[in-house]
């Protein structure tokens, strides 16, 4: 429900007549001058005209609701008449009722609506909309709002023939750090004709690019985290079956793919049958996932992997083909294009923290998700029994042998365990981008460098190389642009490799070097 401040004018049918018909540039004036003192008629007619849901048949305006027609003016039903036309609205005209309903909503009982309809209107400052928008900060009483309220405010004024008000408004919109104001003021420095108003513009631009700064670089470590938290789990699992099995297999993408694709399955399932209980079927889908891809890295290395240990180039060479056997799978099941997994309403959204920044639910859920997953492998790896015959394998594999350890059975443990965390790792991407056949080749040859430059067998070296590696690229992407960014990063891997080969940290044991 609408309350309109002031004394609101009621919708007649001379106005409805002029915002339905006639040339778009009459019916946007006209759209203008009504929503000044629109009453609820007013706003429900142009809700109406928003969704086309008004036809005209000569000079006769029908509001059409469902099968009957009604009068916009005073509600009573009509009879709608069978050579009635709809009312065509361009892209321009559809940006004005647009406008002209959020401008309405600046009146709302409800804080939260009246907020995202400033927001709104700043996107696209309107001068015509002078008007209500002083009526409606007169009438503002909320602080917060009402600030926001004075800068769509200066953002309309900047653009007055008079000079004073220019100066006024330019003053009130250096205290801004909402991007949209570097916009207005931006347009009206290229517009201005007075000089001193140019240096006034220019320091105020000055002002909003230092405030907006901070977002800027926030946002970007931000966006590094959560670079980082991805190669983390991609790299977790590498890090088992290469870091400490010394297996190089070019198919953990693709059994990151079979994640990803377990967890559109149980998506699908959901959709079905569980419809109801959408919302929570990322729940299922992560043991799902763990488990698809466990099992086929479990049958892997029983199958193929089993007979090359300790020949690198042979297992190279077989991983990469088994690599393309299942992406032919995965075309053959699912087709080549790719398939769309939605993300459940709780991770939809974000919190917004400075105008210029704000931080996805789903990206906070991975971050979340990743250090879940590395404090998990950590324990498993570090605190239990299967942790400690993995590492005893990978350092001594016949003493470990001799001492009663079924050092077969524990390669497939480990590998599959290396194998499902590649799966979580697809799971969580099918949250943030899209799942295909293709989903892992983006992100093997960046998981081999965090686990190389971490220290191979090292899980403290893999965080710190994903972290470092996502951070630093996406600072690089800043001034270099992406491309430019990854050459820059690999370079830097090569020198770092060529100055320190064991990574960051170095694997200490008796079959390795301090």
């Known amino acids: ?10 919708l007649t049918a001379d ?32 809700q109406a005209l928003s969704d086309d849901q008004v036809k005209t048949q000569g000079d006769k305006v029908f509001v059409v609701q469902g099968d009957k027609a009604v009068d916009p003016v005073t509600g009573a039903a009509l009879t709608l008449p069978a050579d009635a036309e709809d009312v065509i609205n361009n892209n321009q005209m559809r940006g004005e009722l647009d406008n002209a309903l959020a401008a309405a909503k600046l009146f709302s009982k409800d804080d939260a609506v009246r907020a995202a309809s400033v927001k709104t209107l700043l996107a696209e400052p309107d001068e015509n909309k002078l008007p209500i928008v002083e009526k409606a900060f007169a009438a503002e009483t909320v602080p917060a709002i009402k600030a926001q309220l004075g800068l769509l405010r200066g953002a309309l004024l900047v653009n007055s023939e008079d000079k004073a008000k220019r100066l006024d408004a330019i003053k009130t919109l250096a205290e801004s750090s909402n991007p949209a104001t570097k916009t207005v003021l931006l347009a009206r420095l290229q517009n201005e004709p007075e000089a001193d108003v140019k240096v006034a513009l220019q320091a105020a631009l000055d002002k909003v690019d230092a405030a ?29 079956t290469y870091g400490l099995m010394g297996v190089i297999n070019m198919a953990h993408g693709e059994l990151m793919m079979i994640g990803a694709y377990a967890t559109y399955v149980v998506q699908t399932v959901f959709i079905k049958y569980f419809p109801g209980a959408f919302d929570w079927y990322l729940l299922a889908a992560v043991p799902v996932s763990f488990l698809a891809s466990a099992l086929v890295g479990a049958a892997l290395e029983r199958s193929v992997l089993r007979f090359l240990y300790g020949r690198p180039l042979e297992t190279l060479l077989a991983t990469w083909g088994i690599s393309l056997m299942l992406q032919q799978g995965v075309r053959s099941l699912f087709g080549a294009q790719n398939v769309g997994v939605e993300n459940p309403v709780w991770m939809s959204g974000g919190v917004q923290v400075l105008a210029n920044l704000s931080l996805p639910y789903n990206r906070l859920v991975i971050i979340a998700f990743a250090v879940a997953v590395l404090l998990g492998v950590g324990w498993l790896i570090g605190r239990t029994r299967l942790g400690l015959f993995v590492r005893g394998v990978t350092q001594n594999r016949p003493i470990a042998s001799c001492m009663g350890v079924n050092t077969a059975r524990i390669d497939t443990y480990a590998f599959a365990l290396g194998s499902g965390i590649a799966g979580l790792a697809g799971c969580a991407l099918s949250q943030v981008g899209n799942v295909g056949p293709d989903l892992g080749q983006g992100y093997i040859v960046d998981a081999f460098m965090v686990v190389v430059l971490g220290g191979v067998g090292q899980l403290a070296g893999t965080v710190y190389a994903a972290m470092g590696l996502g951070i630093l690229n996406k600072f690089l992407e800043g001034w270099t642009g992406a491309v430019l960014a990854k050459i820059a990063v690999l370079a830097f891997i090569i020198i770092f490799i060529q100055k320190r080969p064991q990574g960051i940290f170095a694997m200490k044991g008796r079959s390795a070097e301090a």
């Open 1 to 10: 429900m609408l309350v309109i401040a002031g004394h609101a004018h009621a």
């Open 15 to 46: 106005e409805a007549k002029s915002i339905a018909i006639g040339e778009t540039e009459d019916r946007m004036t006209a759209l203008a001058k009504a929503v000044v003192n629109a009453d609820e008629k007013t706003v429900a007619f142009i």
């Open 212 to 240: 907006l700064a901070w977002g800027d670089k926030l946002g970007a470590v931000f966006s590094g985290i959560s670079l980082g938290s991805i190669l983390l789990l991609v790299a977790l699992g590498l890090a088992i």
